[in-house]
């Protein structure tokens, strides 16, 4: 007969120590493991998982705070729909960023990456690609060869009134940047067969020469609080010159100098090794900028109207640009 006796629950008084102890040890351990996801979740959240990137950014890369950096949350920035492969040549690293990729074709098209007669591609052109792809390029008797150029500074005057009027003084000496610039190069005999551009970025961004004049009123000194600066080679040149054709300021120029010499030093074929970015504006990715001209690889005037049509839409204005560059190092 099953007995129906009330059998008699411990209560908290009458455990044993050492089931006090059981007891204390476990919640110890339920509290270290809510603590550890707590951290980690906070540390997950820290590392930018959960941010959007930017279309543009000017990071640290090589030590530098004027390009763009391979230290990026998600390659593929701001768009959902952009996907990125990694290509290899000899080695040599880079990621290439398009919203349309189908097979290995597409990709180096989108890198503008030119095959030459002698090189070896694995997989094949026609294979069909995915973020996993890693497509890998050997050229025979090629191999990576960088060099520097110089990137020349600017003048820029600013008005102000802690000078007599007309009176000049130099309150920034001018440095010139350093352009680096990757390339694969082909030689046969001692001779160069080919030689393809893999990577140009601005190592070092100019320093302008910024020149104050002594102006008669505070108001006049007021109009134009980033100065005049004067156009330095025909881009420049022609970019100041369409500007103020098209109703933007001196002032306007003055800043679209500033984030182009620092992005790109105005080189319109300027590309990341790590992001892929491309042209005087580092669009990311480059193709972007086939909404204002089918020329947006190789048209320096093409990038600068769409890079002109991003600040606007993005920042309000090129000095809006500006002044989120100057607080951020990219924009």
């Not at 530098?64 to 952009?82: E, K």
């Not at 679209?256 to 990715?285: D, K, M, R, V």
Request: a positive charge; proline letters at 3%; charged letters at 20%.
């Amino acid at each position: 007969m099953a007995s129906h006796r009330k059998t008699n629950a411990p209560t908290l008084l009458s455990l044993s120590k050492r089931q006090w102890i059981r007891i204390v040890a476990i919640a110890a351990a339920i509290v270290m493991v809510v603590a550890a996801g707590i951290v980690s979740r906070n540390f997950y959240i820290g590392r930018g998982r959960g941010t959007t990137v930017n279309e543009y950014s000017a990071t640290d890369l090589a030590g530098s705070s004027v390009s763009r950096s391979n230290n990026r949350a998600d390659l593929r920035g701001a768009d959902a729909n952009t996907s990125y492969v990694t290509v290899k040549i000899n080695g040599k690293s880079r990621f290439v960023l398009g919203d349309n990729f189908t097979d290995v074709k597409s990709v180096l098209d989108a890198g503008n990456i030119t095959l030459e007669p002698e090189d070896s591609v694995t997989p094949a052109l026609t294979t069909k690609v995915d973020e996993s792809t890693v497509i890998s390029i050997s050229r025979a008797d090629t191999q990576a060869e960088t060099s520097e150029t110089a990137i020349a500074f600017n003048t820029v005057k600013k008005e102000t009134t802690s000078l007599p009027q007309g009176q000049q003084k130099v309150q920034t000496e001018g440095q010139e940047g350093v352009l680096q610039t990757t390339s694969m190069v082909t030689r046969s005999a001692g001779k160069v067969i080919s030689s393809t551009v893999f990577a140009k970025y601005v190592k070092k961004a100019p320093v302008d020469k910024v020149i104050l004049v002594g102006t008669g009123s505070a108001e006049e000194a007021a109009a134009n609080t980033l100065g005049d600066t004067v156009p330095s080679g025909e881009k420049q040149k022609w970019a100041h010159d369409w500007l103020l054709a098209n109703g933007y300021t001196e002032a306007d120029f003055t800043a679209a100098n500033f984030i182009i010499n620092h992005e790109s030093g105005w080189q319109t074929n300027a590309t990341n090794p790590s992001s892929g970015a491309y042209g005087l504006p580092q669009a990311l990715p480059g193709n972007k900028m086939a909404s204002a001209g089918a020329d947006w690889r190789t048209n320096y005037q093409t990038q600068f109207k769409w890079f002109v049509n991003y600040c606007n839409q993005r920042y309000g204005s090129i000095t809006g640009a500006y002044a989120y560059w100057k607080a951020n190092s990219n924009y």
